[in-house]
């Protein structure tokens, strides 16, 4: 059903870069018949789902949305790819991303933009703008989806999606194609939250193949998810998160989820997160500078794509040509942008500066959450936006990501869930943050929100 709905739909929202029919109905026949078989299967087994094209997959190309990767087959699945095939999971396809997972569209992409389902003029958010209109357009239950800066939460906003970024840890990198690796993570996207649960649940856990995984688990989330109880849960309001700046119909959904909050018998408190004010600057020159060290490796010997230059191809000129070829604008604009911030000469002036400035952004969430279980603020400050409409501005595009970053740069969780329309008709949202480890809550808190 979720293929035949692809074949209807994808002509216009083009959410995936490559559908895998054949793999998938092998992957449900053979459910089907262990089953039949009487075999103890896991809860979502033949449950299909698709997964963002930045993840490795031995059975279909991963591009990470550029040029420079087409073709590419990996020779191995990532773990979380694994885990999902472990659940019986059949995987439909590989969703398109903004090129390396740069961006909040998806127009960055080198194989075309993503379209948001309920406005085909508006962008479907990024970088995971193909998980979430996947989701969104009924063309699969489930996405994963992976979140450097909002890539999951972000799009999970606009679409009217439930997206969750886990705990820095929770689960495995290994197979992600990585862009800033200390703040990439894989989590779920989903229609409700009771699902991204149980999504998160199959791709948690210790993996030895990435030695940031946290050994320890981080508990049920299905089972937070079922609570439905808030009473006497610290709820923190995020002053430097709310008011000012944000759309007035974004603004109204974030007041009357309070609400609800406050009458299912939580505590409204404020908390004050002064040092938000420098975590763009100091995101976009953490990112860009992990970025251009991680994406050294594209150099035309290893992955994909070769371009031989004519006259006496060097070893440097044809990596030259590759690169020049292979990489969009944006990419280039980051690679450029994070060598020059690592260059020996401005290195403490600004990577140094941006690394004490994640220092501090940490310290006000420690604040913060003394105060506070849980804190929330809307996603992001606008609706979805039209095509286009930030193509050319490189800044504005940056500024979308005010309320995500803060949870990458500090390594905790964070949820972004539906809560209503806006008066231009499109979603609206509520983001939930809690202390590193406690995932739970968020599970916890956003169930009984919804
Ligand atoms: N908008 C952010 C960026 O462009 C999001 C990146 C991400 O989470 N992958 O960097």
């Known amino acids: 059903a979720h293929l035949d709905r692809t074949a209807q739909v994808d002509g216009a929202v083009h959410s995936y870069l490559h559908v895998g029919p054949e793999a ?16 103890k299967l896991h809860d979502l087994a033949g449950l299909p789902i698709a997964v963002k094209d930045n993840l490795t997959t031995t059975d279909a190309p991963t591009t990470s949305g550029s040029k420079i990767l087409e073709g ?35 127009e960055f992409s080198a194989y075309g933009p993503s379209k948001n389902p309920w406005d085909l ?40 999606t439930v997206g969750t970024k886990p705990t820095y840890g929770a689960v495995s990198r290994y197979g992600l194609v990585a862009l800033a690796s200390s703040l990439d993570q894989i989590g779920p996207v989903s229609r409700n939250v009771l ?16 030695s940031t995984s946290l050994p320890e688990s981080l508990g049920s989330m299905t089972e937070a998810a079922k609570k ?9 309001v995020i002053k430097q998160l709310t008011g000012e700046g944000f759309q007035p119909e974004v603004s109204a959904r974030f007041n009357e989820s309070i609400e609800l909050l406050k009458n299912a018998g939580a505590e409204i408190v404020e908390v004050s997160c002064p040092s938000f004010e420098y975590a763009i600057a100091a995101y976009y020159l953490i990112l860009p500078a992990e970025a251009s060290s991680n994406l050294a490796k594209f150099d035309s010997v290893r992955f994909g794509m070769r371009v031989t230059p004519e006259g006496s191809p060097t070893i440097e ?45 940490q310290r ?58 806006a008066e231009n008709n499109m979603p609206s949202g509520i983001q939930l943050l809690a202390p590193a480890r406690a995932d739970a809550r968020l599970y916890q808190v956003g169930a009984a929100l919804e």
């Open 364 to 421: 006000d969430f420690d604040a913060a959450f003394a105060k506070a279980d849980v804190l929330v603020s809307p996603t992001a400050p606008t609706t979805a936006f039209k095509l286009g409409e930030k193509l050319e501005d490189p800044l504005a595009m940056y500024l979308n990501d005010i309320a995500t970053i803060p949870a990458n740069l500090a390594g905790i969780p964070g949820m972004a869930i539906p809560n209503g329309i």
């Open 72 to 106: 590419w087959i990996p020779q191995y699945d990532a773990t979380v790819v694994k885990k999902l095939r472990a659940a019986g999971m059949p995987i439909l396809g590989k969703t398109n991303l903004d090129e390396f997972a740069m961006g909040s569209s998806t």
């Open 121 to 160: 003029s508006r962008i479907p958010g990024g970088s995971g703008g193909g998980s979430s209109s996947v989701v969104a357009s009924f063309q699969a239950p489930l996405a994963i989806g992976s979140d450097t800066g909002g890539s999951i939460r972000y799009p999970a906003f606009v679409t009217g």
């Open 317 to 361: 000129r044809v990596m030259a040509a590759t690169r020049e070829a292979g990489f969009g604008p944006e990419v280039k604009r980051r690679i450029i942008l994070g060598t020059y911030a690592l260059s020996s000469g401005y290195y403490d002036a600004y990577y140094g500066a941006a690394q004490k400035v994640r220092t501090l952004i």
């Open 228 to 236: 439905l109880d808030v009473k006497g849960m610290r709820i923190g």
């Open 24 to 39: 998938a109905l092998a992957a449900a026949a053979d459910i089907d018949r262990r089953r039949a078989a009487g075999e």
């Open 195 to 210: 699902d991204a649960a149980l999504l998160q649940d199959v791709i948690a856990g210790h993996d030895p193949h990435d």
